[in-house]
DNA sequence: CCCATAAAAGACATTGATATCTTTTTAATA
DNA sequence: TATTAAAAAGATATCAATGTCTTTTATGGG
C-alpha cells in the first residue's frame, strides 16, 4: 500500500532464512528465490544491502550463503524500512505539498497523522523476530503465496 | 505517502475552484494550474476524469472552465480515490503478497488492518467540503506550497 | 457564419521503481 | 595453488506512473 515492493522482498527474505535456520543451515540466494517467487537478481540486490547494513550476514564461496546476527532478529522493522525505502516515507505530505508538518498543515495533515503516528509507532516497536509464527507449521505459506 | 500524485492534484484542484466559486465565476486550467504549481496537461488529464465522473462541471470555449456542481462538495475523499487511484488501494497487502485478507493473512496483516481500516474510515466519512475552510485567508497557501 | 478560446482527447516523452544479465571478488577444499 | 561455488558489484532492460505536446471538439461573440 505504500512500502516498496523491495521492503516486503527483503522481510520475506529475512523470515525465511530464520525458518531454515533453525535446521541450523546457511541459505543460498537461489533458494530464497525460488521458495519466495521472487525475482532472483532483485532479490540479490536487496539482501546485500542488508549485509551491508548489519542486519544480517553471508559468506560467500562454496557452502556459502546468508545466515542470521545476533541483531537480525532484534532488528526493528522501522529499520528495515530505513534500508530499503528510507524513513522520510513516514513524513511526506500525503498530497506530495511540502514536508509534513504540523505548523503548517495541509487541508488532509490531521486526519492523516493520527494514522501515519500509529503506523510509526508500529514499525518502531515490532522486531523481526516478532513476526515469526514458529509454531505454525504452515509459517512458510505466508510468505510466500504471491497475488 | 500511499496515495498519487494525481490523488492530491484532483483534491487540489478541486478545492481551488471552490474557493474561487465563491467570487461566482469558472475557473480555467492555466489559473489553477498555474496557482498550484501542478503541470498543466497532467492537471488537464486529472479534471478531466472528475468532470467525466460528474463531481466537477466544465464548459468549452471562450468564457468556459470548470466549476462546481451540486455533488462536488458532497463528494466523499474515498470517492476522489477511487476516481486517481482506484479503491483497490486500501486492499492491497502491505508485502505485495495475495490480496489481503485475514483468513489468509501475511506477518504484517492484523499490524495493518487497524491502520488501514482507520484509513478507510476517514476517508469514507469525510467530504471535500469538510476540508475547505472557508474562514482562512490564508487557505490558498495551503494547498499552493509545493515541497 | 466565422473567429477565437478553452476543454477534450489522445499521442508521445520522461522518470523512477523494478527486474535481469554479466563480470568481479571471495572463500572452501582438494 | 587450482578449481569452483557463491555472493558482490554494477551495467543494462522493462514497465508503470508521471508529465508534455498536438490535434480535435465545443462554445460564445462578433
Ligand atoms: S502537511 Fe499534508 S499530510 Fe501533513
Ligand atoms: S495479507 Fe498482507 S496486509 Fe493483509
Redesign the interface.
Known amino acids: 500500500?505504500?512500502?516498496s515492493?523491495s521492503?516486503?522482498y527483503a522481510?520475506?527474505g529475512v523470515?525465511y532464512i530464520a525458518l531454515v535456520d533453525k535446521e541450523g543451515r546457511k541459505v543460498q540466494l537461489d533458494e530464497i528465490a525460488e521458495k519466495l517467487s521472487v525475482p532472483r537478481h532483485f532479490l540479490a540486490k536487496i539482501m546485500k544491502m542488508m549485509v551491508k547494513e548489519g542486519i544480517l550476514s553471508s559468506t560467500k564461496g562454496p557452502y556459502g550463503g546468508f545466515y542470521l546476527n545476533e541483531v537480525t532478529l532484534k532488528t526493528k522493522?522501522i529499520q528495515l524500512v530505513k534500508i530499503t525505502d528510507g524513513v522520510e516515507?513516514?513524513n511526506?505530505c500525503?498530497?506530495?505539498?511540502?514536508?509534513c508538518n504540523s505548523k503548517?498543515?495541509?487541508?488532509?495533515h490531521f486526519?492523516?497523522l493520527?494514522?501515519?503516528d500509529?503506523?510509526l509507532a508500529?514499525f518502531s516497536a515490532?522486531k523481526l523476530g516478532d513476526?515469526?509464527?514458529e509454531k505454525n507449521p504452515d509459517f512458510i505459506k505466508?510468505?510466500s503465496?504471491?497475488?
Open positions: 500500500m505504500f512500502l515492493k521492503f516486503g522481510l520475506r523470515l522493522l516515507q513516514f511526506i500525503v498530497l506530495s505539498l511540502r514536508k503548517n498543515p495541509c487541508p488532509l486526519q492523516m493520527k494514522l501515519r500509529g503506523m508500529e515490532k513476526l515469526l509464527d505466508t510468505i503465496t504471491i497475488a
